[in-house]
C-alpha cells in the first residue's frame, strides 16, 4: 500500500488526500503521520526538501509536492478525473490550483513570520504576503470557480479551510460569495470535512 506522509494541518497534504478519495484510492492509502521540524523523522530521507505531502510508493520511490501527487492519482484513475484532459479546461483547472496553493504559500509564511520572536519580525513582509491573499480572495469572490469540481477547486478550499484554521476564518467577513462556494464545495465533497483539522 502506498503511504502518504502528512500532516494533518497542512492544506496541501489535505489536497493530496482529497485527490486520493475522489480518484477512488482513499482507501488503499495509508496516512502515516510526520514531522517536517523533527530532523529525526524519516521525512528527510524520503523527501529532501523535507515536506508533508510525500508519497511512497510500493517500489519504495517518492513523489512530491502535492501536485504531482495529485497528477499521479488523476493519471492512475485513468486521466481527466481531476485534471482535465481538454487544453483550456486543463490550464484553467491548473492555473486555479496554482491560485490555491499561492494563498497557501502566502499564508504559511505569514504565520512562519508571526511566530517568531516579536522584534525579529518584518511588518512589510507580513503586508507584501497579506496582499497576495487579499488580491487572491478578491478574485475568487467575483468570480466563484463554476461546478464540477477540479483540481482548482480542491486547492481553493483547502487554502481557504487553512485560513479558517490559523486565521479564524477572518476572510469569511468579506468575502461572502465564496463561503457561500465553500459551503457547496463541502456539500459535493464529502471528504472535505473528513479531512479538516482540528
Ligand atoms: N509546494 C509544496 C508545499 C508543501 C509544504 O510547504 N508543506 C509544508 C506543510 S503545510 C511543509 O512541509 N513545511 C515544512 C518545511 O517547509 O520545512 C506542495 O504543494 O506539496
Not at 519504495?60 to 501536485?67: A, L, N, V
Not at 484553467?92 to 497557501?104: F, R, S, V
Not at 461546478?147 to 479551510?161: N, R, S
Not at 459535493?188 to 482540528?198: C, H
Request: net charge negative; aromatic share 8%.
Amino acid at each position: 500500500m502506498p503511504i502518504l506522509r502528512y500532516s494533518a494541518a497542512s492544506p496541501y497534504a489535505r489536497k493530496a488526500r482529497i485527490a486520493a478519495e475522489l480518484c477512488g484510492f482513499g482507501a488503499s492509502l495509508t496516512l502515516e503521520g510526520a514531522s517536517a521540524t523533527d530532523p529525526a523523522d524519516s521525512l528527510r530521507a524520503q523527501n529532501p526538501l523535507g515536506k508533508v505531502p510525500t508519497l511512497i510508493l510500493e517500489s519504495g520511490e517518492t513523489i512530491y509536492d502535492s501536485r504531482v501527487i495529485c497528477d499521479y492519482f488523476d493519471l492512475l484513475a485513468g486521466g481527466g478525473k481531476l485534471i482535465p484532459t481538454e487544453p483550456a479546461a486543463r490550464v484553467a483547472a491548473l492555473t486555479l490550483q496554482a491560485l490555491g496553493d499561492g494563498i497557501n504559500d502566502a499564508a504559511l509564511l505569514i504565520r512562519y513570520e508571526i511566530t517568531r520572536a516579536e522584534n525579529l519580525r518584518d511588518p512589510s513582509w507580513i503586508a507584501l504576503q497579506q496582499g497576495k491573499i487579499d488580491r487572491a480572495l478578491a478574485e475568487l469572490n467575483a468570480h466563484p470557480p463554476a461546478f464540477p469540481v477540479a483540481i482548482g477547486h480542491i486547492a481553493v478550499a483547502c487554502a481557504l479551510g487553512y485560513l479558517d484554521l490559523r486565521f479564524a476564518g477572518a476572510w469569511r467577513e468579506a468575502h461572502s460569495a465564496l463561503a457561500v462556494w465553500l459551503d457547496e464545495f463541502a456539500r459535493e465533497v464529502p471528504v472535505f470535512e473528513a479531512t479538516r483539522a482540528v
